[in-house]
């Protein structure tokens, strides 16, 4: 397995015989539970590029750069990686706050393709973006909650950052679209390990459902919480961002009543899955860390950064954009496009099942959106 150096200066070069690429994912913090998953998703993707030619017939070479530590000291560094031709892309899953620290230093000089589900809104030249946003993923899955569950009063729980702020800002609008409203927000730092004072919040505001907005332990923890606290069997949970490493951290008896919304799920039957799933344990093993959304979402970064660049023919940012909106690829969420730089994709509806989600139905995309 490749070895993880979170100091990628220390023992890289320039070497003009490959394409290198910066690949961002936690190390540390709240969600390097799932980086593991990150890391050996986008490995597979890289070796099946080189496999069948590489890039511009070139090796396509990863470099990992921790993307748990402070967002500053993440730009710094993968600034330092561009600047000295190290790199000449960047993607990975982080957070919004670490993309909005890179994005301005390194967007215009190399293309940067962002995996993470964020809060809408990004639109630097030389970001191109792969996972979901609250129009196509929160809105349509609240809209269904109201109408199966009757659910109207939201409680929002969330860290305390630019994705769950503005992406609760976003549901309040949702909310009232279905006769609801936001009942109560909370908002918690990065490695919070203690509920009690939001747990009787919610229980006081007589919430329909709470709307989590956690990052990786930090929603592992909550959860233990809140079924410890009995409410689960009485308050269902909507997340945006859970996948099944987070689900099995969590325990079976901590998922009760917990929906979650996401382009990919490990339990999807299609073939595409399928494939995917055979290609990930052949190369990994049975053992590997389950390679749930939030994992296999580097995966779809390294396949669409690869495809940007084998479209324009050449590593230009300017001709890399001016060619997006007619770059395709086709890996485990099916075969996807881009259009005004984010992958328009499917979206689905699943509910924990123990610590596996059974996917109830895809949503309904907005058809006014482009």
């Not at 079976?252 to 990930?280: E, V």
Request: hydrophobic letters at 45%.
């Amino acid at each position: 397995m490749l070895e993880l150096d979170p100091h990628p200066l220390d023992w890289f070069t320039v070497d003009d015989s490959a394409i290198s690429v910066a690949l961002v994912f936690p190390m540390q913090g709240a969600a390097g539970i799932f980086g593991p998953a990150c890391e050996l998703c986008a490995r597979l993707a890289a070796e099946e590029i080189n496999h069948a030619g590489g890039v511009l017939g070139k090796e396509l070479r990863l470099l990992p750069v921790d993307g748990g530590a402070e967002p500053r000291e993440i730009a710094d560094r993968v600034e330092a990686l561009v600047e000295l031709g190290v790199v000449q892309g960047v993607t990975g899953w982080h957070i919004s706050s670490v993309r909005q620290a890179l994005a301005p230093r390194i967007a215009h000089r190399v293309p940067y393709v962002y995996t993470a589900l964020y809060e809408g809104g990004e639109h630097t030249t030389g970001v191109f973006l792969t996972s979901e946003t609250p129009d196509d993923q929160l809105r349509p899955a609240m809209r269904l909650l109201a109408g199966e569950r009757r659910v109207r009063r939201w409680f929002v729980v969330g860290n305390d950052y630019v994705w769950p702020r503005r992406t609760a800002r976003a549901a309040r609008a949702y909310a009232r679209e279905s006769g609801g409203d936001i009942c109560g927000q909370a908002y918690l730092p990065l490695d919070t390990h203690e509920f009690d004072a939001v747990l009787r919040r919610i229980e006081e505001s007589r919430a329909d459902a709470v709307l989590m907005l956690l990052v990786g332990s930090d929603a592992v923890r909550f959860n233990r919480a809140f079924a410890a606290a009995g409410l689960d069997q009485c308050c269902p949970r909507l997340s945006t961002l859970m996948d099944e490493n987070m689900l099995m951290a969590s325990g079976p008896t901590a998922t009760a009543d917990l929906y979650s919304t996401a382009g990919f799920f490990a339990s999807l039957a299609n073939q595409d899955t399928l494939d995917f799933h055979g290609q990930y344990a052949g190369r990994f093993g049975v053992e590997a860390p389950a390679a749930g959304s939030l994992g296999e979402s580097c995966y779809e970064g390294v396949l669409l950064l690869a495809a940007l660049i084998a479209r324009a023919r050449t590593l230009d940012v300017a001709a890399i954009g001016a060619a997006a909106d007619s770059v395709s690829y086709e890996g485990p969420r099916g075969l996807l496009r881009l259009r005004g730089s984010h992958v328009r994709q499917r979206i689905y509806l699943a509910r924990a099942d123990g610590v596996d989600f059974d996917v109830l139905t895809q949503l309904d995309l907005d058809p006014a959106r482009p």
